[in-house]
């Protein structure tokens, strides 16, 4: 499109065509590797990987499957800590002669062991961005479905997280479908335990009606999981263990630095289906963290801290920081819009001031052990979030799924991935924050706290990008002449270059083509620049992204995730070729 050699910093680059390779394609001059993926060993008496041969066992030592947040974290010498989490497993695609009837035990149990999160320390190479994981280093670690977890905040020990195995209802096993998440500026890792509610079976059976209600609106139905783990551990069973699914679906902090610390699900900051978590000091030197629930018409939240963080490295600060997430407000947006209702026709054009914008405000829902919500305790608001925002007349989103501060302009951008179900009949319509009916391609606000805190009540917002075929009227790209930018359709994972261009990732484009990672200008005659820097295999959606001034990160994850797709018959052959089963796998790519 010619633009790429005058473009702004960080974005010169010949944008990448829409396309349907069964491969990551990246742009002209830029070289790749893959870092690791599913299988490969972590600790020095792990087994090569055999797709054919795959034990528990050896998966408890191997990178899990399906990378969906990646975070480096700096080590000494050019190394660092990648940080990864594992969402889900696809027995399907994972294992020869699989039969979804009779899982096995051994598949059951490779399952439990590729769930969860990988800690590899990888060196970085002279002359390229390949990073080369250190197999065997101190710091290397591997979580999953069976390592404890430790329930802090005000609902720890609560009656309704404690179980046979766990009667204090302090110790939780496992963390499960971790989606994406966010690093501290305190040196932890947090991460988001998204769609919990498809591990637990027999919801149906449960008859207490107060409870049936709380597992409908978390999505909990049904009598088999797909995956029938109840088969094989009675705590996946609602009608055995009622508890143990109220121990899913909440913030986890990991401190990768130390590998014997045991990391904490922070219900402080509530439990929903959480996509991601991404902290922001405010102005007096607390922390907020804003975090989105990813399901359609569900909400916006943010969490603000009572206690300012310390700087430094002392084991004083450190264990003072590792309380911050424990007490604090929760908060959840309501955003109104300032154009007349009736220019907002659900189409998806501008109204006639020529913005989707508006005001908000952060309505609180529980401050530390007081609730805000009438009718709830406040450990009933952090366990059931949920049906807390419904009673305050929080704003209905399309599905938000990441919500990351600009670290250059404290900005706040959401990616709104879609929403089929906008407009129709019995649900919410259009409204200037969800401008579209039937919402295919999703969009991209951006909120600005007043006062620039992150502490803040109130707020301004836009929408940055509508998303889709620019050619089509219903969408926007931030004021940028359509013509100059790339298509993009479902944005979901959002991260910043060192320059303060917002990087978007897509799951699920529906535009015919390839998710993919694309690069878009926020600033001056170039906002709404977006340009697309790579795409991924068939099947696969983009996750990850980090950007730094060496290298470009992607996880991709379920590559060969199609219909009908088996390990004989795979939907894709990435990253090993004809004849392999796919392996998701973390990307990197540099300029050659
Ligand atoms: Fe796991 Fe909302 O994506
Ligand atoms: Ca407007
Ligand atoms: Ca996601
Ligand atoms: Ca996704």
């Known amino acids: ?62 990178f899990g499957y399906n990378c969906d947040f990646l975070g480096l974290l700096p080590l000494r010498g050019g ?15 994972m294992h020869p002669g699989y039969d979804p009837e009779n899982p096995t035990r051994e598949q059951v149990e490779i399952g439990w062991a590729a769930h969860g999160l990988s800690v590899v320390a990888v060196e970085s190479q002279r002359r390229s961005g390949a990073l080369k994981p250190v197999v065997g280093h101190q710091l290397n670690r591997r979580l999953h479905t069976n390592t404890p977890f430790e329930l802090t905040g005000p609902v720890a020990g609560h009656p309704l997280v404690r179980t046979t195995a766990d009667p204090e209802g302090r110790t939780a096993l496992g963390t499960l479908n971790n989606c994406s998440g966010g690093l501290t500026p305190w040196g932890t890792w947090l991460t988001a335990e998204e769609n919990f509610n498809q591990y637990f079976a027999n919801a149906d059976s449960v008859t207490d009606p107060v409870t049936a209600a709380r597992l409908a609106r978390y999505g909990v139905s049904g009598t088999e999981t797909d995956r029938k783990w109840e088969r094989f551990d009675d705590r996946f069973d609602l009608a055995k263990e009622p508890n143990e699914i109220n121990r899913f679906g909440w913030i986890v902090e990991v401190d990768p630095y130390d590998p014997e610390s045991t990391p904490k699900k922070r219900t402080a ?124 007349g929080a704003t209905k989103m399309d599905r938000p799924e990441d919500v990351e501060p600009s670290p250059v302009t404290g900005k706040v951008y959401v990616a709104l991935t879609n929403n089929s179900n906008r407009g129709a009949a019995g649900a919410a ?12 391609h999703g969009h991209v606000l951006e909120l600005t706290e007043r006062h620039e805190d992150a502490a803040a009540t109130r707020f301004s917002w836009n929408l940055l990008l509508v998303c889709g075929d620019p050619a089509s009227p219903d969408t926007y790209f931030g004021g940028m002449d359509k013509r100059h930018v790339s298509p993009i359709s479902c944005p979901d994972n959002l991260a910043f270059d060192p320059y303060g261009n917002l990087w978007i990732s897509t799951d699920g484009n529906a535009l015919g083509s390839h998710d993919g990672l694309f690069a878009v200008a926020l600033h001056g005659r170039h906002r709404g ?64």
């Open 529 to 592: 620049l977006t340009q697309q820097f790579l795409t991924v295999p068939r099947g696969a959606e983009t996750c990850g992204p980090h950007i730094d001034r060496s290298r470009v990160m992607v996880c991709v994850q379920h590559p060969g995730e199609v219909d009908g797709a088996t390990a004989e018959a795979p939907g894709s052959t990435w990253p090993d070729g004809p004849g392999s089963i796919p392996r998701p796998g973390v990307v990197s790519v540099w300029r050659r």
């Open 269 to 392: 900051l509530g439990r929903f289906k959480h996509e991601a978590a991404q902290p922001r000091l405010t102005s007096d030197g607390r922390v907020a963290v804003y975090m989105g629930d990813d399901e359609r018409f569900d909400y916006l939240y943010k969490f603000v801290s009572d206690t300012q963080m310390r700087k430094g490295n002392s084991r004083k600060a450190r264990e003072h920081n590792a309380q911050l997430l424990d007490s604090g407000t929760l908060y959840v947006a309501r955003l109104t819009g300032d154009s007349p209702a009736e220019q907002i026709d659900g189409s998806g054009r501008l109204p006639r001031d020529g913005a989707f914008d508006g005001a908000g405000e952060w309505i609180p829902l529980v401050s530390g052990t007081r609730s805000h919500v009438p009718g709830m305790t406040a450990e009933e608001v952090l366990l059931f979030t949920r049906l807390a925002a419904d009673q305050v």
């Open 79 to 93: 190394e660092y800590l990648m940080v990864v989490n594992h969402e889900y497993t696809d027995e399907q695609i």
């Open 1 to 62: 499109k010619g633009s790429f050699s005058r473009g702004p910093r960080g974005l010169e680059f010949e944008p990448v065509a829409p396309n349907t390779h069964d491969a990551v394609t990246v742009p002209r001059g830029f070289d790749q590797q893959v870092v690791m993926a599913w299988g490969d060993p972590i600790f020095r008496d792990a087994p090569a990987f055999d797709p054919r041969r795959q034990t528990a066992a050896a998966q408890l030592r191997q």
């Open 429 to 440: 319509r259009a409204d200037e924050a969800n401008p579209r009916n039937a919402n295919k």
